[in-house]
């Protein structure tokens, strides 16, 4: 999931659930006493009665978590749809001016203005965005170095590398082709083929071949290489297995 509030959607979640078992182990133990005669009526209507309470604040609880939630984030997409066209807006004047844009830090529709200038532009006006991009990068780097970041947040910081294409985060990024997570794994891959340049190529081939990751996945990378892709091709089919050497024909033949 890559929506934020899904922490505290489950913990909540959670909660209601483990109320709900309390309020049905209270009532199995209550009837089962009044059954064979251990506990009386009114011990019985009680935990039925508290069985009930728990039950209605359980789901008034998540009802209204729910209602607020999706309202919230109705709102703040709204909120930051219009603040990524200002940002937009604010970048290719000053891009397109030959003015400094500006300074950093940047909220983030800000940087999704960014990268997603960094991928329709060509040429001179994408280097120039890749030099506003190096100003902000680091925090990628970090998000990836941490021991507390969150799985959608790790994903997040692959794909914002990916985007920007910048050669020297390739360092921060091979790591994680050998992360546990196949989703991790899989983002790495796809942030590898688009930053990976000169010698960085040779080390991208090392590390996907020790991935193991599916033959769709390594011809996805192949294809993200375009042109760059001959010394991973070369790589995939001198010491890979069925796998990379599949995917390597299959480029090869898609690329021709």
Known sequence: MWRRGERLYALLVVLVVLLEALALGGLVVAFSGRIFNLLGSPVAYRALFQALVLTGLALTFLSAYILLYHAYTASKERL?????????????????????????????????????????????????????????Y???????????????????????????????????????????DPMLR?????????????????????????????????LEVLLLLEERATPVVKAFLS????????????????QT
């Open 186 to 218: 899989l983002g790495a891959a796809r942030a590898g083929a688009r930053v990976a340049q000169g010698e960085g190529l040779g080390r991208l081939a090392a590390a996907l071949l020790e991935a193991g990751l599916p033959r769709g996945a390594l």
């Open 138 to 180: 680091p925090h990628w780097i970090r998000l990836l170095k941490s021991r507390w970041a969150s799985r959608p947040a790790r994903l997040e910081a692959l794909d914002a590398l990916a985007q920007a294409r910048l050669p020297e985060t390739l360092e921060a990024i091979l790591p994680y082709l050998s992360h546990r």
């Open 80 to 136: 930051d749809r219009k603040a990524y066209e200002d940002w937009l807006a604010r970048f290719t004047e000053a891009l397109f001016n030959e003015e400094p844009p500006p300074p950093p830090p940047w909220p983030r529709p800000a940087l999704e203005a960014l990268l997603n200038l960094r991928e329709m532009l060509k040429g001179e006006f994408s280097e120039r965005i890749a030099d506003w991009l190096r100003q902000v």
């Open 239 to 254: 010491q890979g297995g069925r796998g990379e050497v599949w995917a390597a024909l299959e480029a090869i033949g898609r």
